[in-house]
């Protein structure tokens, strides 16, 4: 199996983590709204993995960032 390094700065770790975090509610959501039960295997498959990517990146990010890295609001301080 071919391994890819990439180096991030914590702005740039954020938004990939605000996008596979939005991307797995996604699916989850289609996962639960769904009555096609292929729909639901092929997603459900797709974030199996998705969340096998998911959660030690955000684990590590949590660690090295702190629990400020997970949060996307956008309001005004």
């Keep these: 199996m ?4 990439l180096e ?3 702005s740039e770790l954020k938004y990939m983590l605000e996008g ?5 509610l996604q699916m989850a959501e289609t996962c639960e709204a769904s009555d096609d039960p292929d729909e639901i295997a092929d ?3 797709d974030l ?3 969340r096998l990517l998911l959660n030690p990146l955000k684990e590590k ?5 702190g629990l400020g890295i ?7 301080l």
């Design 48 to 50: 199996i993995e998705l």
């Design 70 to 76: 997970t949060d996307f609001s956008r309001d005004e």
């Design 43 to 45: 997603i459900g498959n």
């Design 20 to 24: 596979l975090m939005a991307l797995e």
């Design 61 to 65: 990010a949590i660690s090295q960032f």
């Design 8 to 10: 991030l700065a914590e």
């Design 2 to 5: 071919s391994q890819f390094k």
